[in-house]
């Protein structure tokens, strides 16, 4: 059993080190000009032990795509069952979606030119999960207009979809300021840690003052 379990956990690492490989890769050349042989370069690994964990480079992209967005989800639900408002609960889901995208800029590049995008293979599984998480978005946008904390007259699934894209879109454009002062010679940790208050104050700013 100890030893079935040493071979899972290497093998769970090895997936780990070719989505986080992937990520990287796809986010600087994009999913067109990434290649299988480039991911398992900067993997480690081999061509073999690739197609051992994933089919195509498409399965790839799925499992970064798939699973990232459904993390994203699984903390949204688990937000929304504990915030004891619509505004406590939208701060905090705002907020946590920036930090995961702080923490893996190179997925939140990705995201960005693929949650949308049509004709990809993995079209179907993203779009229902894209459907999940702008319900529970779209869900504690409509407990917020019966609370009285969120205009009765706005569009609930409209605004959804507008948080989103408002988060992903400026969380990227404040991690692209850090890199930039980074390179100009500032503290890595501390740009990017500065990046992450001010985004996350104005977030706070936004729920609380953009639907009054």
Known sequence: MA????????????????????IEVISERGYADTTVERIVEVAGVSKGVAYYHFSSKA????????EGIGEIVDDFVAIAGKASSAV?????????????????????????????????????????LEERLL????????????????????????????VVGMVLTTTLHYIREAEQRTEEGCD????????????????????HHANA
């Open 3 to 22: 030893q079935q379990k040493g071979r899972t956990s290497k093998a769970d690492a090895t997936r780990r080190q070719l989505l986080d490989a992937a």
């Open 135 to 162: 319900a529970v978005l779209r869900g504690q946008i409509e407990r917020g207009q019966r609370e009285g904390s969120i205009r009765g007259d706005i569009d609930a699934a409209f605004e959804a979809v507008a």
């Open 59 to 66: 399965d790839i992209a799925t499992c970064i795509l798939v």
């Open 188 to 207: 890595c940790a501390e740009a990017f840690a500065a990046a992450e208050r001010s985004l996350t104050a104005r977030i706070c700013d936004y729920v």
């Open 88 to 128: 406590e609960a939208l701060t905090a889901m705002m907020d946590s979606f920036a930090a995961t995208i702080f923490r893996n800029a190179g997925f939140g590049r990705i995201l960005v030119s693929e949650l949308w995008r049509r004709g990809r293979e993995w079209s179907e599984p993203m779009r229902a």
